[in-house]
């Protein structure tokens, strides 16, 4: 596919959204990236939906003139995945931002893709309840759905792809279907809301989500601890995962992003290997949790344990970590964050990690890890001068051997950034050419067109 004029299908959306179309400059180029270290692609129009019925129109006109279409929520994505690589049409949805309905007695709401994680918690703290899932940004529930977000609760509670009940979806040719209804379980028919979950908007453009939630814990406590290597830190995350201790979230920033956070944020953290957790409960379930995982971890060399059920020391202490990327990136010149992720079963990630640390240094690249060690995902987030063309090179060739490590342990390319243009190849590295293949047929029987953010996910040579 290679990128043509579109100019006769923008003014056909005009004469059907008005104003709602957009060939600003400066809105063209906001639509042209994300938070990644791919290049940007302006796209030719931005189209901000109001509604589903907005949506549908602007799916039908882009159909019918084969133009590309790339949902948009709030651009934090790290591969590429809202970047219009064809151009054609940006339809950004962060207008649709309502939360629709709330059911304390279900424990589930409703609402646009619009609608940003920040904001759904304030709404559901209103209620008791909240939305687990966090992938650091304020992304919009969308996009999460879109890409299979999930962070650093996913060890409790789960991602995404556990979370989400219901979507309202728009099909490539305008038509509007629901896919589940309310029920907490059903066995009706094929699985279509987690076909369109993880799908990066290749499929159809999300445009209600129906999500599970929970009760606000009675007590929430934060807890540090150091630890003199990363393995040792690592084979004490496995043991508490193993005996079922019930941690909510349980996060691993080695030395060099402890040393990037307390420069960044402020904070005064040991410069050593840290795990960062926290855990929800009643008083006495927390209180039994915290010590049998701090009984754990002493076992496997952590010291220096410190608690706190402080709102604001909780909240600094999370905000530092999901500052990490942005402390690592102020530390080398002229850097551009290149921030990729792996998953491994949970038995081989020592091994990973290690390895992976081991490369970093032979290969001259400064990339702290940092990991959402519970369910075995981890990051590396590497700040590179994207002028610096050798360091890039180099860049390049370690991220390529991360991924066939994680794949030579049964690992995944990906745990939660999704495929977008950066993990093409990859994918038929990981699954193969005949599953990446069905993949393909799927598409290609709901989007004969192709329209729908081509070239993410499945690589070219599959049509």
């Not at 379980?185 to 939630?213: M, P, Q």
């Not at 060690?373 to 991220?399: K, W």
């Not at 745990?415 to 050419?433: A, T």
């Not at 393909?440 to 690589?459: E, Q, Y």
């Amino acid at each position: 596919m290679s990128i043509v004029s579109h100019s006769s299908t923008i003014d056909e959306l005009r004469l059907v959204l008005g104003d709602k179309v957009s060939v600003n400059q400066t809105m063209r180029e906001h639509h042209s990236k994300d938070e990644s270290f791919h290049l940007p692609t302006l796209p030719d129009a931005v189209v901000y939906a109001t509604c589903t019925e907005d949506v549908a129109a602007t799916l039908k006109i882009c159909n019918k003139n084969c133009t590309p279409v790339v949902a948009f929520g709030a651009g934090t994505s790290l591969e590429g995945n809202s970047t219009p690589i064809y151009g054609g049409v940006s339809l950004d949805v962060s207008q649709m931002d309502k939360v629709l309905r709330i059911s304390q007695e279900d424990l589930d709401c409703t609402l646009q893709p619009g609608v940003r994680r920040k904001q759904l918690n304030e709404i559901l703290s209103t209620h008791g309840l909240f939305f687990p899932v966090d992938p650091g940004a304020d992304a919009t529930l969308g996009g999460m759905a879109a890409t299979g977000a999930s962070g650093t609760t996913t060890v409790k509670y789960g991602a995404m792809k556990e979370l989400v009940m219901s979507l309202t979806v728009v099909t490539p040719n305008g038509e509007v279907i629901t896919t589940s209804r309310r029920a907490r379980k059903t066995s009706a028919g094929y699985d279509l809301t987690h076909l369109f979950v993880g799908s990066e908007g290749t499929l159809g453009v999300i445009t209600e989500l129906t999500l599970r939630v929970f009760g606000i814990p009675e007590v929430i406590a934060a807890a540090t601890m150091q630890f003199p290597s990363l393995r040792s830190a690592v084979d004490g995350v496995i043991e508490v995962i193993q005996y079922g201790i019930g941690v909510a979230r349980i996060e691993l920033l080695d030395s060099d992003a402890v040393s990037a956070v307390n420069k960044y944020s402020d904070t005064n953290l040991p410069e050593q290997t840290l795990l960062l957790m926290e855990f929800h409960g009643s008083a006495e379930s927390t209180a039994i949790d915290i010590a049998a995982t701090r009984e754990v971890l002493e076992r496997h060399g952590g010291s220096g344990f410190v608690q706190t059920t402080d709102e604001a020391e909780r909240r600094k202490l999370w905000q530092a970590r999901h500052d990490t990327s942005l402390a690592c990136r102020s530390l080398v010149k002229n850097a551009k964050n290149f921030a990729t992720d792996v998953c491994v079963p949970i038995s081989r990630l020592s091994d990973c990690i290690e390895e992976t640390q081991a490369d970093l240094v032979a290969s001259k690249l400064f990339g702290p890890i940092i990991g959402h060690v519970g369910d075995g995902n981890f990051h590396v987030v590497l700040s590179v001068d994207p002028e610096d063309h050798p360091m890039v090179e180099r860049m390049e060739q370690f991220h390529t051997r991360l991924v066939e490590r994680a794949l030579a342990m049964e690992g995944t390319c990906t745990g939660e950034h999704g495929i977008g243009m950066g993990k093409i190849d990859y994918l038929v590295d990981e699954l193969g050419n005949e599953a990446v293949g069905v993949m393909a047929t799927i598409k290609k029987a709901l989007d004969p067109n192709r329209i729908m953010n081509p070239g993410k996910i499945i690589a070219e040579t599959f049509f």
